[in-house]
């Protein structure tokens, strides 16, 4: 047994070696996305299993969790060739071997003590533009994964630290961004020769076999707490199901259902009764659904260490070829859409054994919108991609967060001043959505609207979002959000797309809009207990309009009580 208090120090110590690899990418990458947003992230990974022993607090946990299928990649790679070598780095955006989508770009190093590998390091960011059918890759009408952009396997970008310069040519060839590629691949790059240096820092003051030790005792105890708080749980099966708006293909509905169970110390998830793969690009693969639910467990959980412990006492049952575990080459590229309304059923289920650990659902898609053209004399290419927030569910203690980003992650969302000065573009409005927040007793946090002006003569448009017809739902008695809504401008007036969240060949051209009006949170608890002085309040800032007041909690304004 090792001594707490040491066991705390370097606790601290090596998830501070993960937060430095996150800002050393932070600071030095050349795309927005991870530059300002801090899509990517860093951690340590066990070197037999590939399993999360460290992760990052500033990157994006959903990350963190597929990694460890993406190392566990590496290995089996690694194993086919002799094994990895000192020096050896792993490249490759594979969805279906560790992956997410083919904009997150892994990169997998192994540190070796004395012959052998300690453990392995890696970094995930999602790079601006990595080919296919649209810039910025959300191409929300792809029934392939070849028309989302380059798949890359497992491969070696530096063979026992000879970088392959071959590979970095393959790379920016098939990107409509090469400069903003290379800036991103040298920031991984660095972030992980960090990791590498503190590492051995840390294991030259301590010594290999104790901080070792440590990695084991703190999986151990995550394990240990893990199976606490599941016995804690009321015993037997509940259910919950939610619903994507449709796959961008087929104008239908798809379903996503959990029957969870609780079994003593265990934790069955079964998501036997979703709907089956699609034709479009929601999809994901297995080890996303559960990378996912790590994500919702660790909301829920929040006392439980953040490694891989936390999985050891679920069991998950995810069919073949549903649309939460798909094979090559279907496709996946909006992922995230799909992982968020799984967080939401997770939370959903959670509500109806053990509502003060749950919240209302959050708002249920990062909107990716990109404009994309030629500026200038020159006609210099540019791309800008973006995703955007809304309102985050009410919860037990209080009120959801406004204009929150999406609960997979601990991102942000990039600030209009860096996209005005980035790319032909002006944004017109950028405020808080009134009314769109679920009523409960603690209502559901905002939502936003976002109008943008195109500055250029002419630009590509293209939408990837959900929650345009299925409502983020509240909880414990809570009203559901508003529906997410996007419109854009032609010269015969407003259109909306027809499958309500999703829409590609979009053409603006200098002076018109699109308008993106984002959902807010779900309600938490009967909105007839909500708190007077809370209903004025979001009255009088106008969260809450009068009519709203009146309709969702039976609340009138003092003007109207003196008529």
């Not at 070696?17 to 990974?45: K, Q, V």
């Not at 040298?186 to 992980?192: F, T, Y």
């Not at 080890?287 to 998950?316: M, Q, R, S, W």
């Not at 976002?450 to 345009?468: I, K, N, P, S, T």
Request: aromatic share 8%; with cysteine; hydrophobic share 40%.
């Amino acid at each position: 047994m090792i001594d707490p208090v040491l066991l705390a120090i370097l606790k601290g110590r090596l998830e501070q070696i993960a937060d430095e690899m996150d800002a050393t990418l932070f600071r030095s990458a050349f795309n927005p996305i991870i530059a300002e947003a801090h899509d990517a992230s860093h951690g340590i990974y066990d070197a037999v299993t590939g399993d999360t022993l460290v992760q990052g607090k500033s990157g994006l946990p959903i990350f963190v969790g597929v990694m460890a299928f993406a190392v566990k990649a590496v290995i089996e790679k690694a194993a086919k060739s002799g094994g990895p070598k000192d020096g050896d780095v792993w490249i490759f955006n594979d969805p279906y071997a560790g992956g997410t989508h083919l904009s997150d770009f892994r990169l997998v190093r192994p540190l070796f003590r004395d012959g052998k590998v300690f453990c392995y390091l890696a970094s995930v960011g999602h790079w601006h533009d990595v080919g296919g059918n649209v810039p910025g890759n959300y191409n929300p009408v792809a029934t392939e994964s070849f028309q989302e952009g380059m798949l890359i396997p497992p491969v070696k970008l530096y063979d026992r630290g000879e970088l392959r310069q071959d590979v970095i040519d393959i790379l920016s060839s098939n990107s409509r961004l090469p400069n903003s590629l290379f800036g991103d691949l040298n920031g991984q790059i660095n972030a992980l020769a960090l990791g590498v240096k503190r590492m051995e820092e840390l294991l030259a003051d301590y010594g290999d076999g104790t901080v070792e030790a440590a990695l084991g005792e703190l999986k151990a105890r995550a394990a240990q707490l893990m199976r606490a708080e599941i016995k804690a749980l009321p015993q037997g099966t509940v259910s919950a199901e939610d619903f994507l708006d449709n796959d961008g293909i087929v104008d239908e509905p798809l379903r996503i259902a959990l029957d969870l169970k609780i079994e003593g110390e265990r934790m069955v998830m079964d998501f036997s009764r979703s709907s089956p793969a699609c034709a479009g690009p929601v999809n994901i693969s297995r080890a996303t659904t559960i990378a996912a639910c790590y994500v919702a467990l660790k909301h829920i959980f929040g006392d439980v260490p953040a490694n891989a412990g936390v999985l050891e006492p679920v069991e998950f049952v995810i069919p073949e070829d549903s649309l939460l575990s798909v094979r090559a080459p279907k496709p996946v590229g909006g992922y995230t859409e799909t992982i968020l309304r799984l967080i939401d059923v997770v939370f959903q289920a959670i509500a109806t054994i053990a509502p003060e650990r749950s919240n209302g659902c959050a708002y249920g898609t990062i909107n990716a919108l990109s404009l994309a053209g030629y500026r200038g004399p020159d006609k210099k290419r540019w791309v800008m991609f973006s995703f955007f927030g809304g309102g985050h569910g009410g919860h037990p203690e209080g009120d959801g967060l406004n204009h929150g980003n999406a609960p997979i992650s601990t991102a942000t969302i990039p600030p209009l001043e860096i996209l005005e000065a980035a790319y032909p573009i002006m944004f017109t409005q950028w405020g808080l959505r009134q009314d769109s927040g679920g009523a409960g007793k603690s209502r559901g946090g905002l939502g936003a609207v976002y109008e943008l002006e195109l500055l250029e003569e002419e630009a590509d448009v293209f939408l990837f979002g959900e929650r345009g017809r299925f409502a983020p739902k509240g909880v414990v008695g809570g009203g559901d959000a508003a529906l997410n809504r996007f419109s854009y401008e032609q010269t015969d007036g407003e259109k909306t797309p027809p499958m309500a969240s999703k829409m590609v060949g979009i053409k603006l051209k200098r002076g018109q809009k699109v308008r993106l009006e984002t959902p807010g949170g779900g309600g938490y608890g009967d909105p007839a207990e909500r708190d007077r002085a809370a209903i004025e309040r979001d009255v009088a800032l106008g969260f809450v309009s009068e009519e709203a007041a009146e309709r969702d909690y039976g609340f009138q304004s003092n003007k109207k009580d003196a008529a």
